[in-house]
Each structure stands twice: as structure tokens, then as C-alpha cells.
Antibody
């Protein structure tokens, strides 16, 4: 059974770079699908951030594109997200997920505060 | 971007009674490969989203058969045949046919 597990930083200060990694088990990223990041601000809905496939083909949310980089490491069966110049507005639960056949991780809470 | 519109915002339901959630997309969700990548997610309080249904009507393993999905093109429905207390939470539709991925605003199912 495919499982996704996010790992991320502790609290961040404004202007720092957020780095997240999603480790995939039970399924090889090389076998297909897209792998992405989605966030949910406290009490709010779901916002897609970026996705990548095993070939390295990427797609980014237009509103975050200037600050986001997604990458994949097929040798480790994991993918990562960098979000630069964070502000309090980036405080959210960050989920990694597979699509279009959906599978989600448990999420990691990221707090940006001075 | 494809806009996903869910109704109702809230659905108070008596245990044992049915519930229905509608999701409408601003464009057809039929992909060039012929599939329609419309999923339904359940988010219980304090939990991550859990995929229930994929490609309109396919239930994931472990999802009770009281949950069913239907629809085509731009109009989709999630039905719970007999609501149980454990079904309380927010339900989201999600399209993965086209980038950017987009989500409905959510429907809160609560017990009367």
C-alpha cells in the first residue's frame, strides 16, 4: 500500500526558505503519476502548490511560482519542495500527495513567525 | 483555471438519513486520455484529507459502500446513503484533469 510521509522544519522566521521532503513507500515514483504539494491554512480550504512527475516535468501554481521549486529524487523515491521568502501567510499544514489517482500524506505543520 | 463549486456549504443530517453533495466545474473534466479525474476527499476534524472516490465513482479500498459518486462532464455528486456519526467532517471535490489542480470550497456534514 502506497504511503507518503512529509518531513519539514520547525518554526521559520519571515524571509527564510521552507524546505519539505515527501518520502514515498509502497510504490515507485518511476512507475508513473504526478507527485505534488498542497497546503491548507488554519481553518481554510485546500490550495495546490506544485507537482512533478518521474521525468521531472513540473507544474506550479501561478500565484506561488516565483517562490517555489519542486524536485524529485527517484533514487531515494522522494520529492521535495522549496518555498522562498516565507511570510506569516505561508503558515499552513503542508501535504504531499499523488495524483491523478489520489493518495495523501498525513501533513506537516509549518509556522512562520518572528 | 477550472473553478470547482460545491453546494451546499453545510449539510445537517440525521443519523441514518441520506446526504448529497454537489460539485460543479467551470469546464469539462474529461481528460484527453478519456478519463475524468474528479475525486472526493473526506476531512474529519483534526485529520488530513482522505480520498474516498476517484474518477467520479470508484471507491478506494476500505471506503464503506454507503458512499457513492456519480456524474459526468461538469456536474458531479457524492451521496451518503445512510449517514453515520463517523461521517462528520468536511468533504471536498478535487479535479486533477488540468493544471492547476483545484478544489471545491468544501461541504461540512454535521449531525442534527
Amino acid at each position: 500500500q502506497v504511503q507518503l510521509q512529509e518531513s519539514g522544519p520547525g518554526p521559520l522566521n519571515p524571509s527564510e526558505t521552507l524546505s519539505l521532503t515527501c518520502a514515498v513507500s509502497g510504490y515507485s515514483i518511476n512507475n508513473g503519476y504526478y507527485w505534488g504539494w498542497i497546503r491548507q491554512s488554519p481553518g481554510k480550504g485546500l490550495e495546490w502548490i506544485a507537482s512533478i512527475n518521474y521525468r521531472g516535468s513540473t507544474s506550479y501554481s501561478p500565484s506561488l511560482k516565483s517562490r517555489v521549486t519542486i524536485s524529485v529524487d527517484t533514487s531515494k523515491n522522494q520529492f521535495s519542495l522549496n518555498l522562498s521568502s516565507v511570510t506569516a501567510a505561508d503558515t499552513a499544514m503542508y501535504y504531499c500527495a499523488r495524483h491523478p489517482l489520489p493518495q495523501w500524506g498525513q501533513g506537516t505543520m509549518v509556522t512562520v513567525s518572528s | 483555471d477550472i473553478v470547482m463549486t460545491q453546494t451546499p456549504l453545510s449539510s445537517p443530517v440525521t443519523v441514518g438519513q441520506p446526504a448529497s453533495i454537489s460539485c460543479r466545474s467551470s469546464q469539462s473534466l474529461v481528460h484527453s486520455d478519456g478519463n475524468t479525474y474528479l475525486s472526493w476527499l473526506q476531512q474529519r476534524p483534526g485529520q488530513p484529507p482522505r480520498p474516498l472516490i476517484y474518477k467520479i465513482s470508484n471507491r478506494f479500498s476500505g471506503v464503506p459502500d454507503r458512499f457513492s459518486g456519480s456524474g459526468a462532464g461538469t456536474d458531479f455528486t457524492l451521496k451518503i446513503s445512510r449517514v453515520e456519526a463517523e461521517d462528520v467532517g468536511v468533504y471536498y471535490c478535487m479535479q486533477a484533469t488540468q493544471f492547476p489542480l483545484t478544489f471545491g470550497g468544501g461541504t461540512k456534514v454535521e449531525i442534527k
